[in-house]
């Protein structure tokens, strides 16, 4: 007579139970646990018929190795590790062998063995405590919105897992994410500084008995003296009404004729050559001449010309054009060294020395007025204009005031010439398109300087 056959886990199941499933490899060293597959829908209960299937169940068996085996599962197994795997049907005579916790609610009895990896996944069946086994405790669900961190114990979940050591530098405590952020107070917005006054002057007012000579001078490149003599002409030239000619004494090709936005017809070597013609009609199909009555004489064509212009040919040039212009505005290159500078100083009425808004470009200044007293024209330095130009008086980069101050024994006044988004590019200035407070520091400028030039017969 044969004996039913034994339970994995020490206990028979009743007839209805399918069979158990041998494990794939039977040579494995560690002998892992039986899983129990449910029957094919179409399988009939003959199919799991046994001889004994009519008798009674009988009693568990409890023998030395299922209880060894059982004990190794507790050990080896965490909570809920591994897929889940369908469970058992219902047992009448003894409860399952549950390892780990007690299931939860909603999920599957799970079993898993380290060393096989699991069955296929099948619809799980939910686990039925049987006689004597105490019912799962009720939990309530958490809240939609809460997180809690994984290894870290939910207030909800009396079966999470234990609370692990946390990384200091996640804890929000260390982090002082615990603290409610505080608005940050900034200060009131200040006012817009004001740009300083200029001096004032009615030299612009000033009946003109003979021409006038203006140079614009600077001790380095790029500290706007091509710029201060276009806008300091072109407000001579609309304030009067009368010929305002614009000299470029510059020896490198310098930025005049872009600057003004015309093309040059005749250069001071072509009217040095052709002398006084005893005429402002005749020069007037010789020299280029814009809108606003500004008349252009470059100093060459090309960069060649531009090069070889010189003492002589200024001088030359300059009296063939002299006495049909009342203001004549020179811009000159860098420096005051050289044979040509010394005659253009020399024969201007007043200087105007363009300084840009930095430490070293005020020093170069001022020691240039210095080095004027010094040579000899000392009175020729009192009547120079030194025009600080691109001054933010948001940001101011020196003390006005205090340069004011310093160049005060040594000129005749200190005008400053905002800065203005049109004359950055370094392209064609239009007059009209700068913004009021440039036009009216130009304004400015064409006054003081025409002053102090008309000051000497």
């Given at each position: 007579?044969?004996?039913?056959?034994?339970?994995?886990?020490?206990?028979?199941?009743?007839?209805?139970?399918?069979?158990?499933?041998?494990?794939?490899?039977?040579?494995?060293?560690?002998?892992?646990?039986?899983?129990?597959?449910?029957?094919?829908?179409?399988?009939?209960?003959?199919?799991?018929?046994?001889?004994?299937?009519?008798?009674?169940?009988?009693?568990?068996?409890?023998?030395?190795?299922?209880?060894?085996?059982?004990?190794?599962?507790?050990?080896?197994?965490?909570?809920?590790?591994?897929?889940?795997?369908?469970?058992?049907?219902?047992?009448?005579?003894?409860?399952?062998?549950?390892?780990?916790?007690?299931?939860?609610?909603?999920?599957?009895?799970?079993?898993?063995?380290?060393?096989?990896?699991?069955?296929?996944?099948?619809?799980?069946?939910?686990?039925?405590?049987?006689?004597?086994?105490?019912?799962?405790?009720?939990?309530?669900?958490?809240?939609?919105?809460?997180?809690?961190?994984?290894?870290?114990?939910?207030?909800?979940?009396?079966?999470?897992?234990?609370?692990?050591?946390?990384?200091?530098?996640?804890?929000?405590?260390?982090?002082?994410?615990?603290?409610?952020?505080?608005?940050?107070?900034?200060?009131?917005?200040?006012?817009?500084?004001?740009?300083?006054?200029?001096?004032?002057?009615?030299?612009?007012?000033?009946?003109?008995?003979?021409?006038?000579?203006?140079?614009?001078?600077?001790?380095?490149?790029?500290?706007?003296?091509?710029?201060?003599?276009?806008?300091?002409?072109?407000?001579?030239?609309?304030?009067?009404?009368?010929?305002?000619?614009?000299?470029?004494?510059?020896?490198?090709?310098?930025?005049?004729?872009?600057?003004?936005?015309?093309?040059?017809?005749?250069?001071?070597?072509?009217?040095?050559?052709?002398?006084?013609?005893?005429?402002?009609?005749?020069?007037?199909?010789?020299i280029s001449r814009n809108n606003d009555g500004v008349w252009v004489l470059p100093t060459g064509r090309t960069p060649a010309q531009s090069a070889a212009f010189g003492e002589a040919t200024y001088v030359q040039a300059m009296r063939a054009v002299y006495r049909h212009f009342p203001i004549t505005v020179s811009d000159c290159g860098a420096g005051m060294a050289g044979t040509l500078m010394q005659r253009v100083i020399s024969a201007s009425h007043s200087l105007v020395i363009a300084t840009a808004p930095s430490m070293d470009s005020v020093l170069a200044s001022h020691n240039a007025l210095?080095?004027?007293?010094?040579?000899?024209?000392?009175?020729?330095?009192?009547?120079?204009?030194?025009?600080?130009?691109?001054?933010?008086?948001?940001?101011?980069?020196?003390?006005?005031?205090?340069?004011?101050?310093?160049?005060?024994?040594?000129?005749?006044?200190?005008?400053?010439?905002?800065?203005?988004?049109?004359?950055?590019?370094?392209?064609?200035?239009?007059?009209?398109?700068?913004?009021?407070?440039?036009?009216?520091?130009?304004?400015?400028?064409?006054?003081?300087?025409?002053?102090?030039?008309?000051?000497?017969?």
């Open positions: 007579m044969s004996t039913p056959p034994r339970h994995p886990f020490g206990d028979s199941r009743p007839e209805s139970a399918p069979q158990p499933v041998a494990p794939a490899d039977s040579s494995s060293t560690h002998e892992a646990p039986l899983v129990w597959a449910p029957p094919p829908p179409s399988a009939t209960s003959e199919q799991f018929r046994t001889p004994h299937s009519a008798q009674a169940p009988q009693q568990p068996l409890a023998d030395s190795s299922s209880t060894d085996r059982r004990a190794a599962l507790t050990r080896r197994q965490p909570p809920h590790a591994g897929p889940p795997v369908p469970s058992s049907p219902p047992v009448q005579a003894s409860p399952p062998m549950q390892t780990g916790h007690p299931p939860q609610a909603g999920h599957p009895q799970q079993f898993h063995s380290p060393q096989r990896s699991a069955a296929p996944q099948r619809p799980a069946v939910p686990q039925q405590f049987g006689a004597g086994q105490p019912p799962a405790p009720s939990v309530p669900p958490p809240p939609a919105n809460s997180f809690v961190e994984p290894g870290r114990q939910s207030a909800v979940d009396p079966y999470a897992a234990p609370e692990r050591p946390q990384a200091p530098h996640l804890d929000p405590r260390v982090a002082g994410l615990e603290q409610v952020p505080t608005r940050r107070r900034f200060p009131m917005r200040r006012a817009p500084a004001s740009m300083p006054a200029n001096p004032v002057s009615n030299g612009l007012e000033l009946p003109i008995h003979t021409p006038r000579r203006i140079s614009v001078v600077g001790m380095k490149g790029g500290v706007g003296k091509t710029t201060m003599a276009i806008m300091l002409a072109t407000a001579a030239a609309r304030a009067r009404r009368e010929q305002v000619l614009l000299l470029d004494a510059d020896t490198t090709y310098g930025s005049l004729m872009l600057r003004m936005g015309i093309a040059p017809v005749a250069s001071s070597h072509d009217i040095a050559q052709m002398g006084d013609p005893g005429s402002l009609d005749v020069l007037a199909g010789a210095q080095w004027l007293d010094s040579i000899g024209y000392e009175a020729l330095a009192r009547r120079s204009i030194v025009a600080i130009g691109n001054v933010d008086i948001n940001n101011p980069r020196i003390d006005l005031a205090e340069a004011r101050q310093r160049f005060a024994p040594l000129c005749r006044a200190v005008v400053t010439i905002p800065s203005d988004p049109h004359l950055a590019p370094g392209s064609h200035l239009r007059y009209d398109a700068l913004a009021a407070p440039t036009v009216r520091a130009a304004h400015d400028l064409a006054a003081n300087v025409l002053e102090a030039a008309l000051s000497v017969p």
